[in-house]
């Protein structure tokens, strides 16, 4: 059974940085896509950044430049380094896994399979 754990997330004023990490129980996490999503109050859940099995980086026009996802397939942890945050990056953010190609991604939520609980970014202005 895939088990995904956010960390990371917390209170931080506008322009800061926060580094969020998601810890997969998979025993063949290289197989796996990533993705990170986030879900503001009242709104749906939109994409933020995904990462290939060969470790090639998507974003959502909003965050690129000021995010960063990686991986590190030996320790199962996909990243997302977040730097000048903005109070419209309050969100819950969530990681998802999903099986692809080498090279592809999603950024659909619906084509991920499994799911973290998410973890709590509240940026302050």
């Known amino acids: 059974q895939v088990q995904l754990i956010e960390s990371g997330g917390g209170l931080v004023q506008a322009g800061g940085s926060l580094r969020l990490s998601c810890a997969a129980s998979i025993r063949t996490f290289s197989s796996y896509a990533m993705g990170w999503f986030r879900q503001a109050p009242g709104k749906e859940r939109e994409f933020v950044a995904a990462?290939?099995?060969?470790?090639?980086?998507y974003y959502a026009d909003s965050v690129k430049g000021r995010f960063t996802i990686s991986r590190d397939n030996a320790k199962n942890t996909v990243y997302l380094q977040m730097n000048g945050l903005k109070p419209d990056d309050t969100a819950v953010y969530s990681c998802a896994a999903r099986i692809l190609p080498f090279w592809d991604t999603k950024n659909d939520p619906n084509d991920y399979n499994y799911w973290g609980q998410g973890t709590q970014v509240t940026v302050s202005s």
């Open positions: 990462i290939s099995r060969n470790s090639i980086p």
